[in-house]
Every structure is written in structure tokens, then in C-alpha cells.
């Protein structure tokens, strides 16, 4: 007979009917809907807290599904991702003598799923690196999978300067966004750091949904923005090749 561990039943049911509920709950309504008291409830949801299984709305105080469990969910997926782009990311690594990733974007934060690092001095690693998303290439294509109004309240708020050459005007931000949803193509010109370039391209979903994104970047002292530029349609091609591997 299998022994069962309340506590952890209880933590995985109050995720269940987080994940399962239309709009944020509150403390006393997953109290009343688990028939459990307060205080367990309070410790449950600081548990699922404490692993981010679960966010609370600083407005509202209530709570939801949190970016960890997002990332359990799409645990096997991207895996599966990974393997599959895996050749396609080195032959582009090889193509463009640079490093590649492969990232996708959870509860707005980026996740770097897998990587080619080229031998370069002073090699950038993104892997676990907090980049704002209006410094990067990779960012501004997650901007562009936003609806106007989101995209708009993200433009509302205070635009971080990492550079002298970071977009920090909405004006400016608003248009490479937008043109970056019509090309599914974005550009990071020192915006980031300045002895580094990017260019990123959008992995699609058969519906036309961004589902991940292709990344490469460059050093600024040997790329202009015109090579930049140019090296978009090898780019965009490896791009829809990984899209049509894991379609």
C-alpha cells in the first residue's frame, strides 16, 4: 500500500486548483475550497512560495500559478526542444563563428534552454544572467509576442540603460518592437554590453505563436550593424528549420 504524505497532497491539490482557476486567489477562498483552516493554508501557499510554484500579486494580494511551475510543465517539452535544435544550433554556432542559444520565454522571464559557445575572448554567457527586455535582441522579440496593451504598460515603465546605445525612449523601443512582430527578427547593437551584438529570430508555432527564439551574438569590434543586418535571412532560415523540427 502506498503511504501518502498529507502535506504534500495538500500543496499539490491547492496548485491543482490554482492552475485549474480563472482569476487569482485569495487565502480565504482556497482555505474554504480545500476545507483547511488559515493557517495551513498560509503555510502551504509559503511553501509553493518559497520553491516559486506559485506569485502573489503585489496589487491584489492574491495568488496564482508562479514561473517554477511553468517551468515543471514545459519540463519534457523543451527538452524535446533542446534535442531536436541541437544540430541546427551548432551548424548556425559554425556558420556564424559565434556562440548560439536557445531560449524561450516563461511568465515573462527568458530561460536559456541550450547554448553553443564559441571560443571568443571574454565569451558572453547568458545562462542564468538577468538581461532587461529592452537591452536585447531576444527581449524585444518577447515584447513583440505582447499584446498592444501589455506591450504598452511594459512602455509605461522606467526603460534601464545598461549602455550609452540602450533604447531607453518608448517612442523608439514601440517601433523596433512592432516591426520586430512583422519580421519575427530583432537587433541588439551594444544595447546590452558594448563589446557585444546580437541578432535573434522567433521559433513559431504552425499558428504563428512566438514558442521559442534563436539567438546569436557577435563581437561589436568585428560586426557592424550593416554585417549585422546582413547575416539576417541565414538567420531567419535556421529559425523556421528548428520550428519545423519540433512542430
Avoid at 511553501?47 to 506569485?55: A, G, H, Q
Avoid at 544550433?89 to 527568458?110: H, K, P, T, V, W
Avoid at 498592444?148 to 515603465?157: G, Q
Wanted: aromatic fraction near 6%; glycine fraction near 4%.
Amino acid at each position: 500500500m502506498v503511504q501518502r504524505i498529507q502535506s504534500v497532497e495538500r500543496a499539490l491539490a491547492m496548485l491543482d486548483i490554482l492552475a485549474k482557476s480563472p482569476r487569482p486567489q485569495t487565502i480565504p477562498e482556497l482555505a474554504k475550497v480545500m476545507d483547511i483552516n488559515r493557517a495551513t493554508a498560509w503555510r502551504l501557499i509559503n511553501t509553493l512560495l518559497e520553491f516559486e510554484l506559485v506569485e502573489k500579486d503585489g496589487e491584489s494580494g492574491r495568488f496564482t500559478v508562479g514561473s517554477g511551475a511553468f517551468k515543471l510543465a514545459a519540463s519534457t517539452h523543451t527538452n524535446t526542444m533542446s534535442r531536436k535544435a541541437r544540430p541546427v544550433l551548432e551548424r548556425i554556432s559554425s556558420l556564424f563563428g559565434a556562440s548560439a542559444f536557445l531560449e524561450i520565454a516563461a511568465r515573462g522571464e527568458l530561460i536559456v534552454l541550450d547554448q553553443i559557445r564559441w571560443d571568443l575572448p571574454e565569451e558572453v554567457d547568458l545562462a542564468g544572467m538577468q538581461v532587461p527586455l529592452n537591452c536585447g535582441s531576444v527581449g524585444k522579440l518577447y515584447l513583440a509576442s505582447l499584446n498592444d496593451v501589455e506591450l504598452e504598460k511594459y512602455l509605461s515603465s522606467k526603460l534601464e540603460s545598461l549602455t550609452p546605445y540602450t533604447i531607453t525612449d518608448p517612442s523608439e523601443l514601440r517601433m523596433e518592437v512592432l516591426q520586430a512582430r512583422i519580421s519575427g527578427v530583432a537587433y541588439n547593437y551594444k544595447e546590452h554590453q558594448e563589446e557585444w551584438c546580437g541578432i535573434s529570430a522567433s521559433i513559431r508555432a504552425r499558428d504563428g505563436r512566438f514558442i521559442a527564439y534563436l539567438n546569436v551574438t557577435l563581437p561589436s569590434a568585428s560586426t557592424s550593424r550593416e554585417q549585422l543586418t546582413a547575416r539576417t535571412p541565414e538567420l531567419i532560415s535556421a529559425a523556421q528549420e528548428i520550428a519545423a523540427l519540433i512542430a
